[in-house]
């Protein structure tokens, strides 16, 4: 019935349409409307056929970071592309020198391929001006262990690359936490659904369907450091990455 009264106001619409083209745009809005309609009417067509109750439950575990990642960054522009290369590339071989000596394995480094450009200055009159070469390379570092990661950023900034960025913090071991998550909304599902039962003075039946929501974790980003003397330790001896998850469950009531 609902599907037949869409097809007859659909083209009803649509004559309309095609006969005066200024009523296109409410016309569309029509056709809109029309849909939201029929799928709603779809929707409660199907409606659950028993007494339930649907709850969604929430679960979060806050944890102390353990390891962490950034990025640290050289760039240089001399006027000789093979100065400029040559320079950057030296500052990326100290850096990492100073690193395996410090204990960090290769395993735990990568390395960006270098970026090298021409820089043009170009005035209002006349044509273009080269002004030098620009060399950049990024180097990221996995850390293991979160006590050396600014003595990590220190020797980054005394190597000579220009900017230390993209600090996120982290947890090597985080599946255990995951599934603390999951269960922590599983629970709370459970719970709000055996509160209301009670409230109405009936009895919760069995779970009857299930809907999982993708799980969210917030990271911890560090600010961008660029000088040495600029520290992260106080910022990241008191931070905490939170996992979150959350279940949609529908109960039948006896």
């Known amino acids: 019935m609902i599907a037949a009264l869409f097809v007859v106001v659909f083209f009803s619409i649509m004559s309309e349409l095609l006969l005066n083209r200024e009523l296109m745009m409410r016309s569309f809005f029509k056709v809109v409307s029309l849909i939201c309609l029929f799928y709603t009417g779809a929707v409660f067509s199907q409606s659950i056929p028993f007494p339930h109750i649907i709850t969604t439950g929430y679960g979060e575990v806050s944890v102390a970071p353990d390891s962490a990642t950034f990025s640290a960054e050289i760039e240089k522009t001399m006027m000789n592309a093979d100065q400029a290369k040559e320079s950057v590339d030296d500052v990326v071989g100290k850096f990492l020198s100073r690193l395996y000596k410090m204990g960090i394995k290769k395993k735990d480094i990568s390395s960006s391929n ?5 820089q043009y200055y170009y005035p209002k009159d006349g044509k273009a001006q080269l002004m030098g070469y620009k060399a950049r390379r990024k180097i990221t570092v996995n850390v293991n262990d979160l006590s050396q990661l600014n003595d990590y950023i220190d020797t ?99």
């Open 114 to 118: 270098l970026y090298l450009a021409p």
């Open 156 to 254: 980054a900034i005394d190597s000579g690359l220009n900017r230390v960025q993209n600090i996120q913090l982290k947890i090597k071991d985080d599946q255990k936490y995951i599934e603390q998550a999951r269960l922590n909304a599983i629970e709370d599902a459970g719970q709000k659904a055996r509160s209301l039962a009670k409230g109405f003075k009936r009895s919760l039946g069995a779970v009857w369907q299930v809907t999982y929501n993708n799980r969210s974790t917030s990271p911890v980003m560090m600010k961008t450091l660029s000088a040495k003397g600029e520290s992260v330790r106080d910022s990241y001896q008191d931070s905490h990455i939170v996992i979150r998850d959350s279940v949609d469950v529908i109960y039948k009531l006896n």
